[in-house]
C-alpha cells in the first residue's frame, strides 16, 4: 500500500491529514506509481463554491464511480490544506497525465473574474514550495512546474479558472495580504526597494537644486545685458516722411 506521509512546517495546523477518514481509498486508488514519474503540480478549481472534502470525495465516488477523491490536495477559502490522496497514487484530474501529475484542487468556482482568497494562495504557494523542495520529486524543482489544468499537453479546459494567468504569479511570487511575519528573502527585497527608493529621491533633490543654480545664472544675465532699443513703427516713420516732404514741395504761405 502507497502510504507517504508528509509535515508541512510552513503550514502549521493548516495541514490537515485527511486519507483515512475521508469516502473512498486514499492509498490504493487508482494505481501507485514511483514519485520520480511526477513531473508537474496541477492547479485545479472544484468549479463550486463551499463544498467540504467529504462532498467533492462522495461526488468523485457516485457521480463519476471512481474508487476515491481525484486530487491529492485540496483547499478551502481559510487556506487549509487537506491531504485527501496519497502523493504516491496517480489519482483522476488531468486525463491522459494522471501518472504524471500532483493534483492540487482550491475550492471554489474562479470564473468571471471571481479569484481564490488571499488565505488560498498563500497556502498554496506554501505547499508548492514544499513540494519543490521535496527530494522525491526528482523532476519538479522550479516553479515552472506549476500548471493550471488548462496548461498541461492536450487538455480542453478552462479549469481552473479565465483569470488563473493573474493569480497563478501570486502562486509563484507568494504575494499576500495576510500580513505575517516577512520571510528573510521578503525583507531582503523589501531592503533593496527601499534603498533604491532613497537613490531616486537624492537624485531628485540634486536635480532640483541643479535647476535653481541655472535659474539664478539665467536672471543674472537677463540683468547685465544692456536693453535692447525697440524698433520703430515703420508706419509712422513713412507719415513723417511724407510730411517733410509736403513741406519742402510747399513752402509756408504758398498753401493751394
Request: proline fraction near 6%.
Amino acid at each position: 500500500m502507497a502510504k507517504t506521509d508528509l509535515n508541512i512546517p510552513s503550514l502549521g495546523d493548516k495541514f490537515i491529514d485527511l486519507r483515512d477518514s475521508l469516502p473512498g481509498d486514499a492509498y490504493t486508488w487508482s494505481w501507485e506509481r514511483p514519485l520520480s514519474q511526477i513531473n508537474y503540480l496541477a492547479i485545479h478549481h472544484t468549479g463550486v463554491e463551499n463544498q467540504t472534502p467529504s462532498q467533492i470525495a462522495n461526488s468523485h465516488i457516485t457521480a463519476n464511480g471512481w474508487g476515491g477523491i481525484g486530487y491529492h490536495f485540496l483547499i478551502d477559502k481559510q487556506g487549509f490544506v487537506y491531504y485527501t490522496g496519497d502523493i504516491s497514487t496517480a489519482r483522476a484530474n488531468v486525463a491522459n497525465l494522471n501518472e504524471q501529475v500532483l493534483g492540487i484542487c482550491l475550492i471554489g468556482n474562479f470564473v468571471s473574474g471571481e479569484v481564490p482568497s488571499q488565505e488560498q494562495l498563500d497556502s498554496t504557494h506554501k505547499l508548492c514550495e514544499f513540494l519543490i523542495s521535496y527530494s522525491e520529486l526528482s523532476n519538479v524543482k522550479s516553479w515552472d512546474k506549476v500548471r493550471g489544468h488548462t496548461e498541461l499537453p492536450n487538455q480542453s479546459t478552462p479549469c481552473p479558472g479565465d483569470n488563473w494567468p493573474s493569480w497563478r504569479i501570486q502562486i509563484v511570487e507568494g504575494v499576500s495580504l495576510v500580513f505575517n511575519t516577512p520571510s528573510p528573502n521578503s525583507k531582503s527585497q523589501v531592503d533593496s526597494l527601499q534603498t533604491s527608493l532613497a537613490y531616486v529621491n537624492q537624485q531628485v533633490f540634486t536635480l532640483q537644486e541643479a535647476l535653481q543654480e541655472k535659474d539664478k545664472e539665467i536672471m543674472e544675465l537677463k540683468k547685465s545685458q544692456p536693453e535692447i532699443a525697440r524698433p520703430k513703427d515703420a508706419t509712422l516713420t513713412i507719415v513723417g516722411a511724407l510730411i517733410n516732404l509736403y513741406k519742402f514741395l510747399i513752402p509756408p504761405g504758398k498753401e493751394m
